[in-house]
């Protein structure tokens, strides 16, 4: 964890459940290591919830490293790849095959498969000021050989950039000033395997938030001329996890950005400013920290930076992340294009199944759009590639209504099975899961009574039908499984395991749903060859979000069918656009016939 003390976030934590789904260990890791548990964005659907954990930056990397060096026939060694061992079977078709990797004190270490995951070390610099210096981040060498190496074998590179936040004293904090930041009552694990996290709800700590104002925005304004990385970061920084300068010259209509102070462990002395990430002079973030509201007299221990590495297009890797140019090399995490934790860890397990399931001859995991985050993600690098850090959101995703957060362990059960990443307690635990929300959902979907004899039973008025059945009555948000238990019987057992239990309300809630969603899917096949007008206003349809109106506007697809097939276009976006093709060829006829 070398940058944020924190884990998951909304689509973040979607890809933390499929890692836990797939047998990934850093969900596990962080229940046992978190110090404050949160669940993001429960305004809206349990779909797009996001899991989120404050993490004890120590206790994950002593757990992580515990459970690494005791892994079974796992052999770990320390020390600077510089080179590959390349072989080339066939001269006359110019292919290459990596047999293994060559030491910097130049030991070779001969492998059948070889994965790179070289984070933003790759040709590394960091940016404080107008200074520039070589390293990978703070105190570390870069990987410059490598990255050579990797330019002469012709792969196509680009360069990327990001930041980190100053660190502050957290004993010179006001926190009065500041506004506290709670964890949920009842914490969430990320992972499947756990029904609690290790730590009691009080025992959580605190987070705060602050924000800016006019003062700390002109400190960046005034020195703006004296940053170098802001300078040139046009078209490679994070759009969607901005440097603090980037919000101000982005955003001039705003007079202040949020500040969320997170402590990096239960006895760290130090606090991560979430947002206030810049790389300007540090004796200026100084002077930047104390004008805002509780930092006043805060003492920075480490001033923020910039950090600008090398990256491959995406586009090269096959869909299990093998390059296309070097059989038997593989590529993952931000050598790819990606920021963040998640993301790379994602990648990294998708990259390690398959090159054990090539060296055991097992069915590759090939992870696609319709089943998980993890097949968007890899998705959209292996056909669109990237330009900027590539982060994950839920508007990525066009199912979203299935791939949820619960019920990532069920997806990825047969594909994690037929791919052997998964271990016997993991797929029992599945498999029992399945068979208790099967039988109590068959027991719900078969009773069925009329309105007035639930309505008698529940005290509660429900909408206009004859009847309904006991799951269609928990589809509604006022009504629990608890209410329904003291009618139904053989349901009630559900509440002692209160995941499952809220597993059943969620697919309730969502079943009629995705009936919908299917039914709008087969009219929006049906009229796929419907041509979408030249002068039809995207800004002007409600319902269609900012970000499938930028899709519409960069492709420009010619019907509903090639609109369809654009990554991100949701079923709802397409069948908002699919009425308003109906109504503009409408409107066209009508205004024909009266002329």
């Known amino acids: 964890m070398a940058c944020n003390p924190s884990f ?3 689509g973040k934590g979607h890809l933390i459940r499929e890692i836990d789904a797939l047998d990934g260990i850093c969900a596990r890791i962080c229940d046992k290591s978190g110090v404050q548990y949160k669940i993001l964005n429960r305004k809206k659907g349990p779909a797009v919830w996001g899991l989120r954990a404050q993490i004890d930056r120590k206790l994950y990397k002593q757990l992580i490293q515990e459970t690494l060096l005791s892994y079974p026939r796992l052999t770990v060694m320390e020390g600077s790849v510089e080179n590959l061992l390349l072989h080339q079977p066939d001269m006359d ?7 293994g990797i060559i030491l910097g004190d130049g030991n070779a270490i001969e492998a059948s498969k070889v994965i790179i995951t070289t984070g933003t070390f790759l040709r590394g610099a960091i940016n404080i000021g107008l200074e520039t210096r070589s390293a990978g981040r703070m105190g570390d060498e870069p990987s410059v050989g490598l990255a050579k190496i990797i330019e002469d074998c012709g792969f196509r590179m680009g360069r990327m950039r990001t930041g980190t936040p100053p660190r502050i004293d957290k004993s010179t904090i006001d926190f009065s000033k500041c506004q506290i930041m709670r964890g949920d009552d009842n914490p969430t694990p990320f992972s499947f395997m756990n029904s609690k996290v290790f730590i009691e709800p009080s025992q959580q700590m605190l987070c705060h938030m602050t924000h800016t104002n006019k003062n700390t925005h002109k400190i960046i304004e005034d020195t703006m001329h004296l940053n170098y990385h802001i300078r040139e970061e046009s078209g490679t920084a994070p759009r969607y996890c901005p ?11 705003k007079n202040s950005h949020q500040i969320w102070l997170e402590p990096e462990g239960f006895d760290a002395p130090l606090i991560y400013p979430q947002g ?5 002079p540090a004796e200026y973030q100084q002077q930047l920290v104390n004008t805002i509201v509780g930092l006043e007299e805060a003492k920075i221990t480490q001033p923020g930076y910039g950090v600008e590495y090398d990256y491959i297009d995406p586009r090269q890797l096959k869909q299990t992340l093998e390059t296309k140019l070097i059989h038997s090399l593989y590529f993952a995490g931000q050598i790819n294009g990606t920021t963040g934790y998640e993301e790379a860890a994602a990648q990294g397990l998708v990259a390690g199944v398959n090159a054990a399931c090539s060296v055991l001859d097992c069915p590759p995991l090939l992870l696609n ?9 890899i998705d959209d690098l292996t056909t669109l590639g990237t330009k900027e850090p590539y982060r994950m959101f839920t508007g990525r995703a066009e199912f979203r209504m299935s791939l949820r957060p619960d019920n990532a362990d069920i997806r990825l059960l047969d594909k994690g099975k037929a791919s052997g990443c998964l271990s016997k307690e993991r797929i029992d635990q599945v498999h029992h899961n399945m068979a208790t929300l099967d039988r109590a959902k068959e027991i719900l979907q078969n009773d069925v009574r009329k309105n007035s004899k639930w309505i008698a039973l529940l005290g509660h008025s429900l909408p206009q039908h004859k009847s309904f059945s006991a799951y269609r009555l928990l589809s509604l948000s006022r009504i629990s499984l608890e209410d329904i238990s003291k009618h139904v019987k053989d349901v009630g057992h559900l509440l002692e395991t209160p995941q499952l239990a809220n597993r059943l309300k969620i697919d309730a809630e969502y079943s009629l749903y995705l009936e919908k969603q299917e039914a709008c899917m087969a009219e929006i096949n049906r009229e796929a060859a419907l041509i979408i007008p030249d002068d039809l206003d995207l800004f002007s349809l409600e319902g269609l979000s900012n970000e499938c109106r ?10 509903l069918a090639a609109a369809s097939r654009l990554p991100g276009m949701t079923p709802s976006a397409l069948f908002v656009l699919l009425g308003a093709i109906k109504t503009s060829k409408f409107t066209k006829i009508v205004q024909s016939t009266i002329r």
Not at 243 to 253: G, Q, R, T
Not at 369 to 377: A, E, N, Q, W
């Open 243 to 253: 440097s603090i300068e980037s919000k101000i010259l982005k955003f001039k209509d």
């Open 550 to 559: 930028e899709i519409l506007e960069q492709a420009k697809p010619g019907n």
């Open 8 to 10: 998951g976030g909304i």
């Open 369 to 377: 759009r319709t089943d998980s985050y993890i097949g968007v993600l």
């Open 276 to 280: 206030l990430s810049c790389t300007m």
């Open 93 to 99: 078709k110019n292919t290459h095959t990596c047999k």
